[in-house]
């Protein structure tokens, strides 16, 4: 019997209008009342997850940055992150191949961009070379929404790319090691549980090893194929309660 739950925001948790449904809130807060745990898994940077959320929700685990963050009463538990040194070669690589592109940094919580940009979400301008710190991610963002070509240079060995099939309008470069399941892995290892232990719900490319590792792995009706292919079920779409009736299933068992 699965007793913890990791889920996905985007287009698993939240509908598409960005809300919690009344059935899942219900189901949610029942999960929580039987001792069970939730865990939060989501691409998100922290500031922009607490707004999505029930207060009560807030308590729990946030895996922030696709795993690059693990934050438990809005303080870092846990982190695996580019380091500084790396961060700084992959943006000298980045403006030699592609210099008039617009690049972000996340770090500490702040997104850090190379110039002013059309954007609706909090960031900063400044210097991305001289900020010198470990970050969360490196981004690279098309301004006319269009999917960005696949990268033209290698990156340093503690990177990697990781390409949405969701939003191809942007890139994201994160740690070698920097997942999902391996953040779900080392907490739910604190807790002396394991994967098996775990159900997990996702949608989108970045879901795919924490869907499969865990011992019950759920896609959406509306997950891309690669989070489906590694499923052991599909459920209903977020837009129809998809976690809320698995959640309650099991509760039922």
Known sequence: MQQIA??????TLLRSDGTLSPQTLTTLEQWQATGRRIVIATGRPPRSIGRSLPEYLHGVPWICYNGAEIRLADAPIYQNLVPAADVYEILTRIQQVTPTLLVGVEIDNVLY?????NRTTPYEVADLFALDKPAAKVLLFSENAEPLARLAFDLPITSRVLYSARYPHFIQIIGCTTDKAEALRTLVGEWHMSMADVVAFGDDTNDTDMVRDSGLGVALDNAV??????????????????VALVLAALLDQ
């Open 113 to 117: 961009l190379n110039r002013t940009a």
């Open 225 to 242: 194929e690669e989070v489906k292919a590694v499923a052991d079920c599909v459920t209903k779409s977020n837009d129809e309660d998809g």
């Open 6 to 11: 990791a889920i996905d925001l985007d287009d």
